[in-house]
């Protein structure tokens, strides 16, 4: 069916990769000025901008909750990020996805605090080359942080399966059409709990706890590096102020 | 041990226990355990026991009791203005939030129509006095508070201050406004 092999012999993935090593992840925080807070996600070919507004009034005013804040998500993809031209109303897939970010996310802010008032979080995907609904969730969550809105943890997204009988994390497109099953997962990492976690496909539950474990493991490597970056940005910032 | 002070944290970083200290601003418990919910830096207050975080962003501000607020209005009816609040103190909100300025609250006896004291599209420099449910009430009951910028109503320019009249510079139309103290500074 393929020409090549997505994984060799020994182990390797068509990019290089190891079974259980992420793509290269580069993360920016701040990126856009006129939002309350952003971030920008580079994972491997995938690259994703996320940006933050508010708390603010929600127009129209009705929809709005008494007791807390109404988090609104929006994931989309650009037209030019994905090989063929994509129409840039939203699909049945990216309102699907929109709903699942938007419940990733909720779990970790503290919206009681902000009575009628709306958070608006907006993903969009600049190039997609699979895995883009984590790295979205990934940026989401920093750029709330940025935005400083206090939350409960971050939230740490990774994606794992089952490509030609081997569990492998963090697939690309290509090693996500051709695999037997895929499993997003978005975890809070300091508390041990899991926001979002979706199958596609077919595993047995021994696979299946297998390559949940697998992406709990990437999630906490992204974990790191989200600290990385936050650390990057504020306490750089602090030191310039202070010279 | 776990984090102390001056120590960079990011949300859900354990600082300690509560056992250790209370939870002060920035920080939440969850199943005894002290977190920070922001980024920041961790301030230990041994004194008081308490931990509390410095913190590196703020979150977007709003409207409170007592702040001076500028804004635009946005419909004027007999009783009340709308005013759509762009500032807080100092400080440029990045959405806009909605206030109501009524007729009594005004400051120079009775208010019989709205439109002696502003027209919709002026500047407006006022007090919060109210803020129950999002809903802002605003005053302009002092001297420094009321119009600080307006427009003639026939031909749309500016009107400038003269011989405490407010009058357009292009045609000439003079206008009842509730002005401020410094109506066209800055």
């Known amino acids: 069916m393929f020409s090549r092999k997505l994984i060799d012999e020994s182990g390797i993935r068509a990019d290089g990769r190891r079974l259980d090593e992420l793509r290269p992840i580069k993360l920016e925080i701040g990126v856009l000025s006129n939002a309350d807070g952003s971030a920008y996600i580079e994972q491997g070919k995938s690259k994703v901008i996320a940006a933050v507004y508010g708390p603010r009034e929600l127009h129209p005013k009705h929809l709005s909750l008494p007791d807390r804040a109404m988090l609104r998500c929006r994931y989309h993809m650009a037209p030019f990020s994905v090989e063929q031209r994509k129409s840039p109303a939203p699909s049945r897939r990216e309102m699907e996805l929109s709903k699942v970010v938007r419940e990733a996310l909720e779990p970790s802010i503290f919206l009681e605090y902000y009575p009628r008032t709306s958070i608006d979080v907006f993903i969009e995907v600049l190039e997609a080359d699979g895995g883009t609904r984590c790295a979205g969730i990934t940026a989401a969550s920093l ?58 496909g077919m595993l047995t539950l021994d696979e299946f706890q297998s390559i949940v474990e697998l992406a709990v493991k990437g999630c906490k490597q992204i974990h790191s590096i989200q ?3 936050l650390k990057a940005k504020y306490v750089a910032v602090k030191e310039v102020v202070e010279e | 041990m776990h984090n102390r002070s001056g120590q960079f944290v990011v949300p859900g970083d354990k600082i300690g226990v509560i056992e250790e200290f209370a939870s002060g601003p920035g920080t939440y ?27 590196s962003v703020r979150a977007a501000s709003f409207p409170k009791v007592g702040s001076v607020i500028v ?33 009594s609250d005004i400051g120079q006896g009775l208010i019989k129509n709205m439109r002696d004291v502003c027209l919709a599209g002026d500047i407006i420099q006022a007090k919060v006095i109210s803020e129950k449910n999002m809903m802002y009430h605003l005053s302009i009951a002092e001297r420094n508070l009321g ?40």
Request: charged share 25%; proline share 2%; net charge positive.
């Open chain 1, 143 to 200: 750029a709330l942080a940025d935005a400083g809105i206090p939350t409960r943890d971050l939230v740490s997204a990774c994606a794992a399966g089952k490509v030609e009988g081997l569990f492998v994390l963090d697939l690309t497109d290509a090693e996500d059409k051709a695999s037997e099953a895929d499993v997003p997962l978005a975890i809070m990492p300091n508390l041990g709990s899991i926001t979002l976690l979706q199958m596609d």
């Open chain 1, 227 to 229: 600290r990385e970056a």
């Open chain 2, 29 to 55: 418990v969850k199943e005894g355990d002290v977190r920070s919910k922001i980024v920041g830096r961790v301030v230990v207050d041994l004194l008081n026991k308490r931990a509390f975080i410095y913190p």
């Open chain 2, 71 to 103: 804004g635009q209005v946005q419909s004027v009816q007999s009783k009340l203005a709308l005013i759509r609040i762009m500032k807080v103190g100092k400080r440029q909100l990045s959405g806009f939030f909605t206030g109501v300025l009524h007729a």
């Open chain 2, 147 to 186: 119009v600080i910028y307006a427009f003639c109503s026939q031909c749309g320019y500016n009107l400038s201050l003269r011989e405490r009249e407010l009058r357009c510079s292009r045609c000439g139309n003079v206008e009842r406004r509730k002005i401020a103290l410094n109506y066209g500074v800055e």
